[in-house]
């Protein structure tokens, strides 16, 4: 089992920044992917960007250039520096990881951390 712990959330004002945490504890090996996904109210859940253990990280297009994912191994820790924050970005955000278990994946799913952009 992987337990995921999100915080780092709040209220912030358009054009400010935001970092997101996420502390994984438990059965950490062979984690070799982990995201962040958001859920605004009404809309279904989106990957907002990913991230592998070979540090390849991919992001939607809608938080290029605005969002940083990373990965602290020894700190057992994900982060989402979020930049230039937009009303839009306004959302529950979930941390996720796929362990691999040798036969099979199983995916996890943090509590979620809300984020406001408003003024």
């Known amino acids: 089992q992987v337990q995921l712990v999100e915080s780092g959330g709040g209220l912030v004002q358009p054009g400010g920044s935001l970092r997101l945490s996420c502390a994984y504890s438990?059965?950490?090996?062979?984690?070799?992917?982990m995201a962040w996904y958001r859920q605004a109210p009404g809309k279904e859940r989106e990957l907002v960007a990913s991230t592998t253990n070979n540090k390849i990280a991919d992001y939607a297009d809608s938080v290029k250039g605005r969002f940083t994912i990373s990965r602290n191994n020894a700190a057992n820790t994900l982060y989402l520096q979020m930049n230039s924050l937009k009303p839009e970005d306004t959302a529950i955000y979930y941390c996720?990881?796929?362990?691999?278990?040798?036969?099979?994946?199983?995916?996890?799913w943090g509590q979620g951390t809300q984020v406001t952009v408003s003024l």
């Open positions: 996720h990881a796929k362990k691999y278990s040798g036969t099979r994946y199983s995916t996890y």
């Open positions: 438990g059965s950490i090996f062979n984690i070799p992917y």
